[in-house]
């Protein structure tokens, strides 16, 4: 990290020089697709740079070509998300899906094998599911409850054991934030490897990053994001980004040059903005979070919370949790006393909290996953998975924790009012 300031300290500074635009400030939006070339040897120079034709000089630095292949306001906000995770390289998207499929049609063939978490982001195990399968690119999943022995079982059964090239994994879980061992997902990457081919291993860090959880201190060879979450943070904005080491974000950005959903100039403008408070949002989300999970983990009409604070730390689960990560984070699930009739009264009693998917945005908002992010899954799986009818997530943002608590309390006291027994004694 540059002269060891801190990634919160270089947000507003790092990788932008003002003096190349009339001394703003602040990077100014560059919209433009292309840009002029002060001599043929120039452009012809950054071509061969940009198409690998040879190695780059001492001093070289990647010359403007073209929107697609590379723009100021994309180039900053790479440099900028590479100190959080302190990764070698990064590439940003127009969305956390076009980050994660374009990595998995970089790193997999027809004929391959890919090991993935389970539950995973509904958009992802689609695109495994469906799209994925229909190339012959096979995939075996496992959840937080398995171990390396049986996953490894699972990996020689399927009969491609030698074609395993990508290992996928979401931690923690969504929307029950069960976790899943980096280090020993590492260590199956590792003993399926062969000399000649590296079996890559793949984090999807939303939850949890890039504060909370640096996969790549823990064996991860790519991060990836959605940054539409805490990294943009004012549901105003769909992005996605991966970082990890330089060869393998040179194979993942050329494939984004040819398939062209790197992020626009404007998105990348946004997302710089977002970066300069992320830090002080997400240490108030959770600050937040932990106060409603202390909160709720005493209500009457609660009957369990999901929340990473509250593990024990003799658990394995609660050894894990410290080894992994440096905070809870600020998403909560809980099972409301009662079904969907209960948890639906209480989702439409609140008023701050707002009613809708997506997370890690300065405002809080709620879901019922049963019904809306996880519908998709089939009910047997859901079952296993506890998401059930009582299961509310709530993602916590950065209003007072005492009116967000006046807000759940309230929408409880509907619930608890508008209960059917009481209103079958109403109506007689
Ligand atoms: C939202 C989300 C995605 C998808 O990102 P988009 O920006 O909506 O494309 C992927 N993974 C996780 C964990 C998410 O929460």
New binding site residues.
């Given amino acids: 990290m540059p002269n060891n300031f801190r990634p919160e300290s270089l947000m507003m500074t790092h990788a932008y020089r003002p003096e190349l635009s009339e001394g703003a400030i602040k990077p100014p939006i560059f919209q433009t697709s292309t840009f002029v070339f002060e001599s043929a040897e120039a452009g012809k120079a950054y071509f061969e740079l940009a198409y690998g034709l040879r190695e780059r000089g001492q001093q070289e630095e990647s010359g403007l070509i073209y929107s697609r292949i590379n723009n100021p306001n994309l180039e900053i906000l790479e440099d900028r998300l590479c100190l959080w995770d302190q990764a070698e390289a990064c590439a940003v998207f127009e ?3 076009s980050a ?1 499929s374009t990595v998995m049609l970089c790193f997999l063939r027809p004929g391959d094998l890919l090991l993935y978490s389970r539950p995973t ?1 509904g ?2 195990d689609h695109f495994v599911n469906h799209v994925l399968r229909e190339m012959d690119i096979m995939a075996v999943g496992f959840g937080p409850e398995d171990d390396a022995e049986t996953i490894e079982g699972r990996i020689l059964e399927s009969g491609r054991a030698d074609r395993l090239r990508l290992v996928y994994v ?1 931690t923690p879980a ?1 929307p029950t934030n069960s976790l899943i061992d980096l280090r020993m997902m590492r260590g199956i990457a590792d003993r399926f490897s062969r000399a000649d081919q590296r079996v890559r291993l793949a984090v ?1 860090n ?2 949890m990053g890039p504060l909370w959880c640096s996969p790549l201190e823990h064996g991860a060879d790519l991060v990836l994001y ?1 940054a ?2 805490y990294i943009g943070g004012h549901s105003d904005l ?3 980004a991966v970082l990890g080491d330089r060869e393998s974000l040179a194979a993942v950005r050329v494939l984004r040059t040819f398939l062209g959903n790197m992020a626009s100039p404007h998105t990348c403008w946004l997302l710089l903005r977002s970066l300069e408070t992320l830090k002080v949002r997400m240490e108030r989300q959770q600050e937040n979070a932990r106060h409603l999970a202390d909160y709720l983990t005493g209500h009457p009409l609660v009957e369990r919370v999901y929340y990473l604070g509250h593990l024990s730390a003799s658990s394995a689960e609660g050894q894990l949790f410290r080894r992994q990560y440096s905070g809870p984070g600020a998403m909560i699930s809980f099972d409301i006393r009662g079904g969907e009739a209960e948890a639906f009264r209480f989702l439409n009693a609140l008023k701050l909290v707002k009613l809708a998917v ?2 890690g945005s300065t405002e809080s908002l709620v879901q019922h996953p049963a019904t809306m992010t996880h519908v998709g899954v089939c009910p047997e799986e859901r079952a296993r998975m506890g998401i059930t009818d009582k299961l509310i997530r709530l993602s916590v943002g950065v209003e007072h924790h005492e009116d967000l608590r006046a807000d759940l309390e309230a929408a409880f006291m509907a619930v608890s009012t508008d209960s059917p027994v009481e209103k079958r004694a109403v109506l007689g």
Avoid: P, R, V
């Fill in positions: 969305s956390g899906m994660i982001y958009g992802t979401e969504n999807d939303t939850y959605s539409t979450k769909i992005a996605g997506s997370l």
